[in-house]
């Protein structure tokens, strides 16, 4: 499995289980879980996926993944082919990692960034000599801008700097290898439909001039009464700075209300992850 690993797509979740076995201190039992992850294996060893090369100084796409207990990438080539009237995208290498104990804590943004660093250090030749384009949902190129964030995260950024990298919204999957690649992650990641009917909503923003900024909250009660607070920021703030402090004052008041249950909204997935 580990010589394969850059041809199969999510390696780590195919083959946890048995990650999981090599794990065991003491007693080593063949599990009914382990041995259907093993005949699926099989079975998509028996239709391999073929890899597609790279030519010099071309632009790549990078893919990436993250569950619970594993982190995975795809590597992306774009490309015009005969027989196809839009760019067909082919899959060039699989990287995939199995969290450990203290790394299956990590927040899914910080996973995601940690997924990152591992492919560039992984596949440090194709960062070196390609622009890479990182297509996420999810605000990665701002926090890793970010000077003031977590500790962990600038250091992984100053590593990350050489690279010619770019952030961009995913969009169509042109790929089947890709779609199942996003689509395993979608429904591993499928949060279930949270009961709020016996929470307080609270909802958020901030806004910024050149002169001042403030924060507004709205407050819902279970039983849909509203709670409106404008608060004033005295000292300077940038937008995301705004938007914390936001969230920060509105899980205050929650606290002075005495409020058990409190279901956050805001249009910031800076701020939400």
Known sequence: ????????????EKGLSFFKLLK?????????EADTAFMQLKVFLTSPLVLTGTQPNEDLLLYIAATDHVISTVLVVEGDEPGHIYKVQR?????SEVLNESKTRYPRIKKLIYAILITSRKLKHYFDGHRITITT???????????DGNVRIVKWAMELCPFSMDFQSRT????????????????????SAPDISDHWLIFFDGSLNINRAGVGILFVSPNKDKLCYVLRILFPASNNVVEYEACLHGIRLAVELRVKRLYIHSDSALVIN
């Open 1 to 12: 499995m580990a010589t394969l690993s850059r041809f199969i797509s999510r390696l780590g």
């Open 172 to 191: 169509t999957v042109k790929s089947q290898a890709l779609a199942e690649f996003i689509a395993e992650w979608t429904d591993l990641n499928a949060p």
């Open 24 to 32: 065991a201190s003491e007693i080593f039992t063949w599990t009914e």
């Open 91 to 95: 899959p060039v290498y699989f990287i």
């Open 137 to 147: 949902s999810f605000p990665l190129g701002d926090i890793l801008r970010n000077k």
